[in-house]
């Protein structure tokens, strides 16, 4: 099966987070940057399921150049292609996000850079032979539904995490789905294919929910799903040697326009000591009571 | 579980930094006695969140520093004591044919420390370490007494000993905001987010956060954080059932700058390879910004994308095991100096303001040992003077100089360095007044304490076939290295006619007031109340006897000594001296010290010319009678003021001659001209620092003479001690009322033949053996090693001096030099300290 996860490059944090002095973003000077938590678990979902049923994972991405250090991890936890959609680091809302999503898995890119550089001949890179030629195909009018029929879709699977950890607008993956007209179920923590499809399930309030869906489908996942493998030595070479695609599509104003970030005043965490050794029972008991764990 | 408590008022002292070292200092304070201490960390026990926190923690035990070595060892018997020493033993592995005769370097030095060590083939390596792909190395080291340490556990157990000897309270989670000073600029307080702490005394152990800290009260550390990356490969298949932490040995894969070592299920990974990466102290994230800590940073992934292939070269199957995952890397920070070693003592800015910084694991608990005891008043049974504090210079205290050496030294942490090694960054910084002249000389400069001079002059190659035959040429490159058959013709030069050289990198600085007298009696071993217009070498001690120092003072009035002391150790001379001037101290506050180097220029000039040179141009009577042997006068030379001191570190009749710095090339050009005709050669270091010396027995601080030694051991006593007091006489005159277990020699070598027929000469650190081979230790457990090596070649010989037990050190004894893992018969030619060259002294004091 053919699966394509989105991820994003965010910073990785501490504990405490500082701005920028003009407000307007997170200061990463002294920090790293990672995949997003749900990101990495659905792209070793992807892995995972493409071991179990044969096909292979593409990774893509919206971000700047530097975003490519996160695709090479996530190829070398075992993705197979990596696309990089080039922004110039400005931020992306979440609807030009998903039409950039969009246009990139239909293969109706229609951005100046658009033919693909042929990924290197190797084990873990294999070109994706279900790709349109951009140039062989024209490209179909999204904004017009009517017009044509929906655009080819060379995957069974669109995995993405449930919110980026970062702007966590939670909207990407329905967003996508609408556009091509995919059953979407999201918060998933459990994901299995089927012979009609695939079974998914997530938490909620204390119950179980379990969709059965078939595919093609968009399925946002959460951390917890499993627990993503660490990448090995000659993973990590391969995914240095891979070849990253790159698209570079065109921003465009969102809905919503960012007017800066503001850190909350700290509510500043307390500990409270009980007590020492059984000294503490009262208290504890006191306490337990209260949050009515005592029946 | 650390101590929730209020914070005290005051404290004997407190300790900035609750790593290896603070916790280590912390315990050994409290066993010397102290109470009232207080170590502030502003991060959690039992790990704060510094390097000690990520350290690799692995020890080898060989060094080349004769000070670390020292240090490691101490450290590994204390982490013994402690119960958190694992041995698993240790490779370093060689790739090429260069590193194979590094590690036979290594394998021999270590004999001379008396450490285990064998070299090993590619198929034995391969047993030690089945995972090892042995058809990658060329062959290896192996160091069975190598292991790992728990360094947190044993800082948390020394902490807790401190505070059961209710000797230290304990304030985790306090950042330090100031340090005070008061009027005397002495330490006052420390101010923290938990409070303000009085005390007199501080120890900053904070390691990479040392400068910040330090430039709080004033002060500078000069240290830079820097990166070292690190990865953690695992499970380990192979690891799954080995007991405990670690069951082969550590591999440290040197032609890369890598090591390989076990921990419990994994594969710890770590490289010096990488480009450096200097992070600035203010750059530091704060806990909670850190992800992981303050000195857990982002791994750069292409920073160690080569080291990956590297290490699967060497370890294939284990490492390239599709199941086996890289679960942590780090761009870890850890402290590096200038020149490598530690920054010890307190800090010559502000009294009281000690600084216990830039110590690796390996050193940490010896550090913190040599520290109380520094602290307490008495000098550290270790000699630690290589990593005095004190001893840096102005220009190698700035940001720019430590980061450039930093930069320079990182990639070289696994190299191959030799002994003569110099430094490039950041030069040149100090020229002497005739730098110029001796750059169109064709000078080949090296660098000493930041000064150019010029080890010897391509231009007396011209001298090359006037003494063809006896230059004594080396054939082996490594020995060649930083050295040229030019320095023996300069030498044979000198002794034929005379030489001049530029001396200008001494320290020279005066004591003066009516206290000077005092306080120069009180550490001097000499007899100081001399004539005006004496020059007194001598010997410093420190109060268990073992060498501090040794140099010249001159007594130029009746309240103004002048010391002149090499320029390595200069700044810890200028410090050990005003130390002594203090209120309470022999100077009685009735003295001042002034550092004249930047004001004076020295030049020498010797050989049996050189009263003729000199005569003609100074009306000053410089005969034998009229200008006598140790002593010092004005003269007018060439229409400059010159002092002009007759001693000699060479051996020949000459003169020291001391001008104003700007007037020195004058003096240099009147004396060259005035030279000519005599056969005045340039001479360089080749021979002022090494060749003429040799010859003479004449030692040398740092190389003979430091701690562990004595007068007598070196063959240095006079016949009668003064009756003044003066640090160490107590030790001596005990030391002098019984035979020595140990006494200093110079060896010539019978035989420079290898093995495979070529000549080797040494360079310096070998260990002296018996004819057949056997280690020679005395009844103090020192064992016998070179301390100085050179070529002799007026007495056409090779020069080695080395202490030898008291049975060994007899004339015409045979015995044996092992040079890169060959041995080479030597015989004894000097017991003590008689001259080799002109045993009377004759050309001195004609």
């Known amino acids: 099966m053919e699966i394509a996860v989105c991820v994003k490059r965010v910073p990785m944090v501490g504990g405490k987070i500082v701005v920028t002095a003009d407000g307007q973003d997170v200061d990463t000077r002294m920090s790293g940057f990672t995949v997003s938590p749900h990101e990495e678990c659905a792209v070793e979902e992807a892995v995972r399921l493409v071991e179990r049923h044969g096909g292979s994972v ?173 990448p090995s030595l000659p993973g990590r070479l391969r995914a240095k040697r891979a070849t990253i695609e790159t698209r570079a599509p065109q921003w465009r104003a969102d809905g919503l326009t960012k007017t800066g970030l503001r850190v909350p005043a700290g509510e500043s965490k307390r500990a409270e000591i009980l007590g020492n050794g059984a000294d503490a029972v009262p208290a504890l008991v006191a306490l337990l009571d209260e949050l009515g764990i005592l029946s | 579980m650390s101590t929730m408590s209020d914070t005290p008022n005051r404290a004997s002292a407190v300790i900035i930094g609750a790593g290896i070292v603070g916790n280590s200092l912390a315990y050994h304070l409290a066993r010397l006695g102290w109470r009232e201490l207080v170590l502030v960390d502003k991060g959690p026990m039992p790990n704060p969140g510094g390097s000690t926190g990520h350290a690799s923690n692995f020890i080898f035990p060989i060094e080349y520093s004769k000070m670390m070595m020292e240090l490691t060892a101490d450290s590994t018997e204390q982490y013994e004591e402690l119960g958190v020493f694992t041995q698993s033993g240790g490779i370093e592995v060689a790739r090429t044919e260069a590193r194979m005769q590094e590690l036979r370097r290594r394998c021999t030095q270590a004999k001379a420390w008396q450490i285990p060590a064998q070299m090993i083939s590619p198929a034995e390596v391969a047993k030690l370490v089945p995972y090892l792909d042995e058809s990658v190395i060329l062959g290896g080291a192996h160091f069975p007494t190598v292991g790992v340490v728990d360094s947190l556990r044993a800082g948390t157990l020394m902490r807790e000993s401190a505070m059961q000897l209710g000797a230290l309270t304990v304030l985790a989670g306090a950042e330090v905001l100031g340090i005070d000073t008061d009027d005397a600029g002495r330490v006052s307080a420390v101010r923290t987010t938990k409070g303000d702490i009085e005390t007199s005394v501080c120890a900053i152990c904070c390691g990479v956060w040392a400068p910040r800290i330090a430039r709080m009260a004033g002060a500078r550390i000069p240290l830079t954080p820097i990166v070292h990356q690190m990865i953690s490969v695992g499970p380990i298949p192979l690891f799954a059932d080995t007991p405990g932490e670690i ?441 002022y620092g090494t060749t003429g010396r040799l010859e003479k027995g004449y030692r040398a601080y740092g190389a003979e003479l430091d701690g562990s030694y004595d007068l007598v051991e070196a063959g240095m006593t006079r016949p009668k001690v003064k009756e003044q007091e003066f640090l160490g006489k107590d030790a001596y005159l005990a030391q002098r009322s019984s035979p020595p277990c140990a006494l200093l020699c110079t060896l010539t070598v019978d035989d420079h033949r290898s093995a495979s027929g070529q000549l080797r000469y040494m360079l310096g650190g070998e260990p002296i053996l018996t004819a057949a081979g056997e280690a020679l230790v005395d009844a103090k457990g020192r064992p016998s090693y070179v301390t100085s090596a050179g070529s002799g070649p007026s007495v056409g010989k090779h020069l080695l001096m080395a202490y030898l037990p008291a049975e060994h050190a007899v004339e015409g004894n045979r015995l044996a030099v092992e040079y890169l893992g060959e041995q080479y018969p030597v015989t004894v030619a000097v017991a003590g300290s008689a001259p080799l060259f002109d045993p009377e002294n004759d050309r001195v004091r004609s």
Not at chain 1, 177 to 189: D, E, F, N, R
Not at chain 2, 632 to 654: K, N
């Open chain 2, 247 to 687: 069951s082969y040995p550590i591999v440290r894969d040197v032609d890369t700058n890598m090591y390989e070592r076990q921990h419990g299920g994994d594969m710890e990974v770590g490289s010096y390879a990488h480009r450096p990466i200097i992070v600035a102290p203010d750059d530091i994230p704060s806990i909670e910004e850190a992800a992981l800590s303050p000195t857990e940073m982002p791994f750069t992934q292409d920073d160690f994308d080569p080291q990956l292939m590297q290490a699967l070269e060497l370890m294939p199957d284990l490492l390239g095991d599709e199941r086996v995952g890289i679960r942590y890397a780090i761009n870890g920070l850890i402290s590096m100096t200038p020149d490598g070693h530690p920054l010890i003592g307190e800090t010559p800015e502000v009294p009281g303001l000690w600084s216990v910084a830039a110590s690796w694991i390996k050193e940490g608990p010896g550090i913190g040992r040599a520290a109380a005891e520094w602290m307490s008043g008495g000098a550290p049974e270790i000699d630690i003077h290589e990593a005095d504090i004190s001893r840096f210079y102005g220009h190698q205290r700035t940001t720019a100089h430590v980061i450039a050496r930093a930069r320079e030294g990182f990639n070289k942490m696994y190299g191959i360095v030799h002994p003569a090694e110099q430094w490039e960054s950041g030069r040149p910084v100090r020229l002497s007044p005739v730098y110029d002249r001796e750059r169109d000389l064709g000078a080949v400069f090296i660098e000493t304490a930041g000064w150019e001079r010029p080890n010897w002059y391509a231009s007396n190659d011209v001298l090359l076939e006037r003494y063809a035959g006896r230059l004594m040429e080396r054939g082996a490159e490594w020995e060649s290295r930083w050295w040229s058959p030019i320095i023996n013709a300069e030498h044979l030069a000198m002794r034929d006619a005379c030489g001049l050289v530029d001396l200008s990198a001494f320290a020279v600085f005066d004591i003066v007031g009516p206290g000077a007298l005092a306080a120069v009696q009180s550490v001097a071993v000499a007899q100081l109340d001399v004539r005006v217009g004496r020059v007194i070498y001598t010997s410093l001690l420190d109060e268990r006897g073992g060498f501090r120092g040794d140099l010249t003072i001159m007594r130029l009035g009746p309240q103004r000594f002048r010391v002149v002391t090499g320029g390595a150790t200069g700044m810890m001379d200028v410090k050990w001296f005003a130390d002594h001037l203090s209120e309470g101290g022999p100077g009685g506050g009735q003295a001042v010290i002034a550092d004249q180097t930047s004001a004076w220029t020295t030049l020498g000039l010797w050989g049996p010319r050189a009263r003729d040179v000199l005569s003609s141009v100074t009306p000053a009577d410089m005969s034998h009678d009229g200008f006598k042997f140790g002593t010092c006068r004005e003269i007018e030379l060439g229409g400059v003021t010159v002092l002009a001191s007759r001693i000699s570190y060479v051996g020949e009749l000459g003169w020291e001659l001391y001008a104003p710095i700007e007037e020195g090339r004058r003096v240099w050009d009147t004396v060259w001209e005035a030279g000519q005709p005599h056969g005045l050669v340039p001479v360089g270091i080749g021979v």
């Open chain 1, 58 to 230: 593409t990774v893509l991405t919206l971000g700047p150049p530097a975003a490519a250090d996160q695709l090479r991890d996530m190829l070398s936890l075992g993705a197979s292609r990596a696309v990089l959609l080039e922004t110039d680091g400005r931020e992306w809302g979440p609807i030009a996000t998903a039409e950039a999503i969009v246009a990139q898995v239909t293969g109706a890119a229609t951005d100046p850079a658009a033919s693909p550089d042929p990924a290197l001949p190797g084990p873990a890179v294999c070109p994706d032979p279900a790709l349109p030629d951009p140039a062989a195909s024209p490209a179909p009018a999204l904004s017009d539904p009517a017009a044509s029929p929906e655009p080819a879709l060379p995957y069974d699977l669109l995995l993405f995490g449930n919110e980026a950890a970062d702007t966590g607008d939670y909207q990407v993956p329905v967003r996508v789905a609408h556009a091509l007209g995919l059953p979407c179920v999201t918060g998933i923590k459990n994901l299995e294919v089927t012979d009609a499809g695939a079974r998914a399930k997530r938490e909620y309030r204390g119950t179980e929910e379990v969709f059965d869906i078939p595919l093609p489908a968009v399925v946002s996942v959460k951390e917890g799903i499993n627990l993503p493998r660490y």
